[in-house]
C-alpha cells in the first residue's frame, strides 16, 4: 500500500477538500492508490487531475468521490468554478434554484405587490382619519341646550326607545332683511312650531308621530294650555316634561331646529324636490306653487312646512307636510355622495350641525340613531302618523286647538311602550 511520506494513510480521516476546489489536506493523492479509513483499504479515485489537482471545469463533485453514501455527503456538494481564486459556494438546499434565490420576475412580483399593499395601507388610513374629522368637526359644531325634564314621576324606560324632535320658530339668528324675505315675521322668543315623536323599537322598523302644535294638554305645574306654550313658558325642559307626561314616554333623547338653520341646511343639499298633487297657495307667507315636482328652497321650503292658513285641514295638514318634507330632506342629506365623502360630509354635517342644538343628557350614539331612524322613515320602512284627533277646532280658553281622541291616543301610546304592533290606522 502506498504511504505518504509525512502521514499515514491507516488513520481514519475523513476526506476534505479546499475551498478553492483543489485538495489541500496534505495527502499526495493519486489515482490508483488505496487509503486505509479504518473499514479495510479500498481503491481511491477523488475524481482530480492528477497533474492540476483540479476538478474539470462544470464537474460535479460525487459523494463517491469523497468515499460517502449518497446521504451524508447530500448538504457537501459542490462544482469547481473556472477560476481558482473564486469561493465555491455550498450548494442550496434541494427543492431551491443554484444560489438559493429565487427567480428575478417572482422577486419582482412580490416587490410590486408589497408596494401595492403599502399604498392601499395608506389610502385606507387616510380615509378613515378624514372620516374621524369629519365626524369630530360635525359633533362639535353642535349647540347643547338643556332638554331634560326635571318631574319627579318621569315615566319609566320601557320597550324601544324615544326622541324628541323639534322645530321652533325662532328668528334670533336671522337679519331683518332674512327675516323680510323669508315672510318669518318679527315675533321675538321662540316656540315650537313643529314637534315629532321619533320611536325606534328593540326590533322592527320605527315610527315618527306628529304631535299638532295647536294640542291642548296639560303643562306640568302651568295648566293646560297649547302645548307648544309649554316651549315658550320653560323651553326644551319643560316641553320634553309636557310630551313625557301627555304620552306616558321617557324621552332619551333631543334635537332642535330654528327658521335660519332649517333654510341653510336645505340649502346646503341644494333643495329637496316635493310632489304636489294640487297647486298650493297662502295668501299670509305669499306661498303659490303649481301642482306637480318641483325642487323648493329658501322662502319657499321654509313656507311650505309652516303654512296651515291655507290648508283646509289647517294643523293637522302642515304635520302631513311637515313629515314628509323632514323626510325627503334626510333622503337628501343620506345619499351615498353625502355620507361616504368625507368632505362633503363635512360641509353638510357642519352646516346641519350648528344649525341645531340638541339635549346635553343626547349622546353621540343616540344621535346616530336618530339620524339612522330618520333615514329608515325617508325610505318608506316603519310608519308615520298622527296623534289621534277627535277634534281639530276644540275651542278652549286658549283659543282655537287641537282635542286628541283619548282613547285612541292612549291605545297608540301604550303599544308603542309595550313594543306592540300598531292597532290604529296611521
Not at 307667507?285 to 329658501?298: F, H, I, W
Request: with cysteine.
Amino acid at each position: 500500500m502506498p504511504t505518504h511520506p509525512e502521514d499515514d494513510w491507516t488513520r481514519p480521516m475523513p476526506r476534505t477538500h479546499g475551498s478553492r476546489g483543489r485538495s489541500d489536506d496534505g495527502y499526495d493523492e493519486r489515482d490508483g492508490g488505496t487509503y486505509d479509513d479504518g473499514y479495510g483499504e479500498a481503491p481511491y479515485d477523488d475524481g482530480y487531475d492528477d497533474a492540476t489537482r483540479e476538478l474539470p471545469v462544470g464537474r460535479r463533485a460525487t459523494a463517491a468521490d469523497y468515499g460517502y453514501a449518497e446521504d451524508e455527503f447530500a448538504d457537501e456538494r459542490w462544482v469547481a468554478r473556472e477560476y481558482a481564486e473564486e469561493p465555491v459556494p455550498q450548494a442550496a438546499p434541494r427543492g431551491r434554484p443554484p444560489g438559493g434565490r429565487p427567480p428575478l420576475q417572482r422577486r419582482r412580483r412580490r416587490y410590486t405587490l408589497r408596494r401595492v399593499m403599502a399604498v392601499l395601507l395608506l389610502l385606507v388610513l387616510a380615509y378613515v382619519g378624514s372620516m374621524i374629522w369629519a365626524v369630530t368637526s360635525i359633533w362639535n359644531s353642535i349647540e347643547r341646550v338643556d332638554a331634560t325634564p326635571t318631574s319627579s314621576n318621569r315615566p319609566l324606560s320601557a320597550s324601544g326607545t324615544n326622541f324628541l324632535l323639534v322645530g321652533t320658530d325662532s328668528r334670533e339668528n336671522l337679519s331683518r332683511e332674512e327675516r323680510n324675505d323669508l315672510v318669518t315675521g318679527h315675533a321675538e322668543g321662540a316656540r315650537a312650531d313643529t314637534i315629532m315623536l321619533l320611536h325606534l323599537p328593540d326590533s322592527g322598523g320605527p315610527t315618527l308621530i306628529s304631535i299638532p302644535r295647536d294640542s291642548y294638554v296639560e303643562i306640568p305645574g302651568q295648566g293646560s294650555n297649547k302645548i307648544n306654550a309649554a316651549y315658550a313658558i320653560g323651553g326644551p325642559a319643560l316641553l320634553a316634561d309636557t310630551v313625557e307626561q301627555s304620552t306616558g314616554l321617557r324621552i332619551e333623547g333631543y334635537l332642535e331646529i330654528g327658521f335660519g338653520g332649517f333654510v341653510e341646511v336645505v340649502a346646503t343639499v341644494g333643495g329637496v324636490e316635493m310632489c304636489l298633487d294640487e297647486p298650493v297657495q297662502d295668501e299670509k307667507t305669499r306661498l303659490d306653487l303649481p301642482a306637480g315636482c318641483q325642487v323648493l328652497e329658501g322662502a319657499e321650503a321654509l313656507n311650505y312646512v309652516r303654512m296651515r292658513y291655507g290648508d283646509p285641514r289647517g294643523d293637522l295638514g302642515r304635520v302631513e307636510r311637515q313629515r314628509e318634507f323632514l323626510a325627503a330632506l334626510t333622503h337628501e342629506m343620506a345619499t351615498p355622495g353625502t355620507v361616504l365623502v368625507p368632505w362633503r360630509l363635512h360641509d353638510v354635517g357642519t352646516a346641519t350641525g350648528s344649525a341645531m342644538a340638541l339635549g346635553e343628557d343626547t349622546s353621540m350614539w343616540e344621535t346616530v340613531r336618530m339620524a339612522l331612524g330618520m333615514r329608515a322613515i325617508s325610505n318608506g320602512e316603519g310608519q308615520s302618523l298622527t296623534v289621534p284627533v277627535a277634534d281639530a277646532n276644540y275651542m278652549t280658553s286658549a283659543g282655537s286647538s287641537v282635542l286628541w281622541d283619548e282613547e285612541k291616543a292612549t291605545a297608540l301610546f301604550e303599544a308603542l311602550r309595550n313594543g306592540e304592533p300598531l292597532s290604529i290606522e296611521p
